[in-house]
């Protein structure tokens, strides 16, 4: 990572040392609270659980610092990208959407703002700049791609973007802040599932909105504390958590994902394969310009559903679950989760193991299931 991001690395973990008085524990204390005592007037206390909550202010400011930018805090990735929409948008508008990226937002938006009079276009993610943006109130863009790993140009969608005088969301989750900053290549809005590596341990949904737009995360705020689409304490305490290591998880698992691509490359069983971090990749040369590291997903495609799913239960050292991004490597057969893929397409992410055992583990599976 550059200097800027190892700096960012160093003082994650020592955000809290200004507020610590002598004897309070280091470790974030867990506020499990839905009342707080508010005698008189209680203006700039702490007063209702779906309001505020000690805890959720600690992982937003550790959120913050990574992002360089004020976070709102929610209940999973899908509650943030609600929360942009639904305090944004108002009937009459028009939005564009990845046709690549995850499903979700396009059911989403297919099924709740389409009866509100919100109306939607698909674009694919590495042509998403063409055709332009006027009409649009909003562009909604995923970067790389969940599931098939494509690429766009943040800075140059972003500069077209404000030019037809709409905003930028760029879903960051495939990549985290240690691997891609959206704000900084001009997007108006991160949006993000901290589900993934940011808490790291698959163990509690999670997500966040960034923006340095303050009326954003005004109308952002304003949206969860009215819905109640409010993380809990508990929650919020484990992405704490989490975040504290990201950095050498995130390291360690991009570090392996670079020497498993390679090795995949060379693979009879192996087609179709994707990693931006591969010279042959198409998307090599724009993710070296805009990412700090190449990310630990790989996709490819296996000769049928039965060899995909052959080797993924049967890899000593894999997972065969949906999500990605934790310390366990997993895969997963997308079409079985509806993304436009072929029945053997496989996103793999890559875990914390040691590399060179998850490797013999992978090449033992592929090797079984044959070319």
């Not at 508008?93 to 703002?113: E, K, M, N, Q, V």
């Not at 997500?207 to 303050?214: E, L, M, T, Y």
């Not at 305490?237 to 698992?253: P, S």
Request: hydrophobic share 40%; with cysteine; charged share 20%.
């Amino acid at each position: 990572m550059s200097e800027t991001a190892n700096a960012r690395a160093a003082a994650l973990p020592h955000l809290r040392d200004s507020g610590l008085a002598k004897g309070d524990p280091i470790p974030l204390p867990l506020t499990m609270a839905a009342i707080y005592h508010t005698p008189g007037d209680a203006t700039g206390f702490d007063q209702y659980g779906r309001f505020s909550n000690p805890t959720w202010d600690a992982v937003e400011h550790m959120l913050s610092h990574l992002e360089g930018a004020p976070c709102v805090a929610f209940p999973s990735g899908m509650a943030a990208i609600c929360s942009v929409f639904f305090a944004l948008l108002k009937t009459g508008d028009r939005i564009l959407l990845p046709s690549d990226g995850y499903h979700t937002t396009r059911a989403l938006a297919d099924r709740f703002l389409k009866p509100f009079g919100v109306t939607y276009d698909v674009r694919p993610t590495s042509t998403f700049i063409d055709g332009g943006f006027e009409g649009y109130r909003l562009a909604f863009v995923e970067t790389p791609a969940n599931p098939g790993l494509d690429i766009c140009d943040i800075a140059a969608v972003a500069d077209a973007v404000h030019k037809a005088g709409a905003l930028l969301v760029v879903d960051n989750t495939t990549m985290t802040p240690f691997g891609q900053r959206p704000l900084d290549h001009g997007a108006d809005i991160v949006v993000a599932a901290d589900t993934k590596a940011p808490n790291g341990h698959s163990d509690v949904l999670f997500g966040h909105v960034a923006s340095r737009n303050a009326d954003i995360i005004t109308a952002v705020a304003g949206w969860r504390e009215i819905s109640g689409s409010i993380p809990g304490p508990f929650e919020a305490w484990l992405v704490h958590r989490g975040l504290e290591t990201l950095d050498v998880r995130f390291d360690r698992m991009c570090t392996s994902a670079e020497v498993i691509a390679r090795r995949l490359k060379g693979h009879r069983a192996i087609s179709g394969l994707r990693f931006p971090g591969l010279e042959s990749d198409p998307s090599h040369n724009l993710a070296r310009a805009q990412m700090e590291r190449f990310g630990f997903l790989i996709s490819f495609e296996l000769a049928s559903e039965d060899k995909a799913e052959d080797f993924i239960n049967n890899c000593a050292l894999m997972q065969a679950a949906t999500s990605f991004g934790g310390v366990h490597t997993s895969a997963e057969r997308r079409t079985k989760r509806g993304d436009a893929v072929p029945p053997g397409f496989v996103r793999l992410s890559v875990g914390c193991e040691p590399v060179e055992e998850l490797w013999k583990a992978i090449e033992a599976s592929l090797d079984k299931i044959g070319g």
